[in-house]
């Protein structure tokens, strides 16, 4: 996974269309594991709007985080967003970002767009 993670003034930001693709990625994996357990119409709607409420929740955290790593972890961590998304755990690996001692070698190895 990448983000398009870069550090400017001792400031991580991410790249908010990196940070909306992982989302809209993570909504179809979730909604296409839903959709081979759940049959019935009714429910899978329901899915539905529940997986796009957590993206939607996401995505305004992210604007209101200005972008910067660090604030999205505070205030998915204050507001309790979670995702139980297939695909991954954001707060999980904002967790790692954050915990990361060798800040520098760990965006290079994982995040960073390497096109």
Known sequence: MF????????????SKEKFEEMLN?????ALLEKMK??????????????????CDKLK????????????LS????????TVDLAAADINKE???LNSC??????YENHLIDRD
């Not at 001692?101 to 760990?106: A, D, K, L, M």
Request: hydrophobic share 40%; glycine share 6%; net charge negative.
């Open 3 to 14: 983000l398009g993670v870069n550090e400017y003034e001792e400031i991580v930001y991410y």
């Open 25 to 29: 990625w993570m909504f179809s994996i």
């Open 37 to 54: 357990v759940e049959v019935s119409q009714p429910i899978l709607i329901q899915s539905i709007n529940e997986l796009s409420g957590k």
């Open 60 to 71: 305004l955290a992210a604007v209101e985080s200005g972008y910067k790593l660090e604030k």
């Open 74 to 81: 505070k205030l998915c961590a204050e507001k309790m967003v």
């Open 94 to 96: 904002i967790g790692k």
């Open 101 to 106: 001692t060798h800040r520098n070698s760990f």
